[in-house]
């Protein structure tokens, strides 16, 4: 479902709920008894809402910085990748070839095994074994001139980036937002929201529109940390753009024997409509 048609209907079902539980407290209580509370209720009111606007805007904030965080530590993983395809062009044809085969593979293991057993909280034991001989290859590999130590040594630093950048990317796809915080978001909520029928109004028009806007602002805030708090699967997930460009570079570097020919300019996104056709 498109996230903006599931956080309408989000908003709109809280508003629902939230009007529905404001007439019936308005009806049990009674209007002239909630005007009442209004001198009361609006300061604690105000109290109440500032903690729990401040509780909430710090958690929206931290998964929108974990998510940013993220894409620059799949986008080092896939440059060191890259790197190292690169790079080996100047090793003797075995390791060169070798090296060439891991690298390519590893990306596209990425994309079409790992990537989809991340939505599940999974990994691909496939690219792990990758990873180890794409290690193995580089450190058995003996070189015999002064370029190719040179060489040899930008690679074991690209590849300790790559697997440092990787298990990063792992342990981030199997946590989320924890079920301890989900309820203190819930309980939250409910609280601040209940806690504005002790305002009473004459203008049942104006409670309610006023009920809609307060439920509105919590549940699309709620859901942002949804859509935030899960980098690898809903609407507004990491995708693996940046090993799709190293794909296409991969691609390009074959058939050309090193030596990029001019190609149109790409759009990383349009690469992921098309996946595994490269």
């Excluded at 209007?31 to 805007?57: C, D, I, R």
């Excluded at 708090?229 to 090193?258: H, N, Q, W």
Aim: aromatic share 8%; net charge neutral.
């Amino acid at each position: 479902m498109n996230s903006y048609v599931l956080g309408f209907l989000v908003m709109l079902t809280t508003s629902a709920l939230a009007v529905g539980g404001m007439l019936v407290v308005r009806r049990i209580v009674g209007v002239e008894k909630l005007k009442s509370f209004n001198e009361v209720a609006g300061n604690s009111f105000q109290v109440v809402g500032t903690f729990y606007a401040v509780l909430l805007g710090l958690i929206v904030v931290d998964a929108m910085t974990d998510m940013s965080d993220l894409r620059c530590v799949v986008e080092q993983e896939a440059n060191a990748v890259a790197d190292v395809y690169i790079l080996s062009r100047g090793l003797p044809e075995a390791p060169q070839k070798k090296i060439q085969e891991l690298a390519s593979s590893y990306v596209d293991t990425v994309i079409d095994d790992e990537w989809p057993a991340m939505k599940q909280g999974r990994v691909s034991t496939k690219a792990i074994v990758q990873v180890n001989e794409l290690w193995n290859t580089i450190i058995d590999f003996k070189p015999t001139a002064d370029d190719q130590k040179d060489i040899r040594n930008i690679c074991l630093d690209r590849v300790s980036e790559l697997g440092d950048s990787r298990r990063s990317r792992l342990i981030t796809s199997s946590h989320g937002v924890s079920a301890e915080l989900w309820t203190v978001l819930v309980i939250g909520g409910v609280l601040t929201l209940g806690f504005s029928y002790f305002l009473g109004l004459s203008s049942v028009i104006g409670q309610t529109l006023m009920t809609i806007v307060i439920a509105s602002t919590l549940a699309l805030n709620v859901y942002l940390v949804f859509l935030f708090g899960y980098p690898f699967s809903g609407a507004y997930c990491v995708e693996p753009e940046a090993f799709m460009v190293d794909r296409l570079i991969f691609s390009l570097r074959s058939t050309s024997k090193g030596a990029l020919p001019d190609v149109k300019s790409i759009n990383p996104r349009d690469l992921l409509k098309s996946r595994g056709k490269l």
